[in-house]
């Protein structure tokens, strides 16, 4: 989808690519961000947060950012990661002020 995108930006196919291409990095993000929240589940914190900022490294233009931000505030949160978990409630705070209400509250 990409070199029909950056090769033929004028085809009729063009755009059916780039939308597919948003697609598919919405479904991945989605993806990593399930295994992220399985981790959270089983107290495997470390790993929802090493996930999380996979998405946020990998997936930035996703849907998926403001999930991310959450489950890495509230994982460093329990790894007791302070400053970690500041700056993620920080970046989610000024992006994403209604997803920030959910994790405002430190004890959770």
Do not use: C, W
Not at 65 to 86: D, E, G, M, S, W
């Amino acid at each position: 989808f990409q070199k029909v995108v950056k090769n033929y930006p004028n085809s009729r196919y063009a755009q059916d690519a780039k939308q597919r291409m948003i697609y598919l990095r919405n479904t991945m993000a989605k993806y990593e961000i399930n295994v992220a929240n399985f981790y959270m589940r089983r107290g495997a914190y470390l790993a929802a947060a090493n996930r999380a900022e996979y998405v946020l490294k990998k997936y930035e233009q996703t849907t998926s950012v403001p999930q991310a931000l959450v489950i890495a505030v509230k994982a460093y949160r329990k790894l007791h990661l302070t400053k970690l978990a500041a700056g993620a409630q920080r970046v989610l705070e000024l992006n994403f002020p209604k997803e920030a209400a959910t994790v405002r509250n430190p004890k959770s």
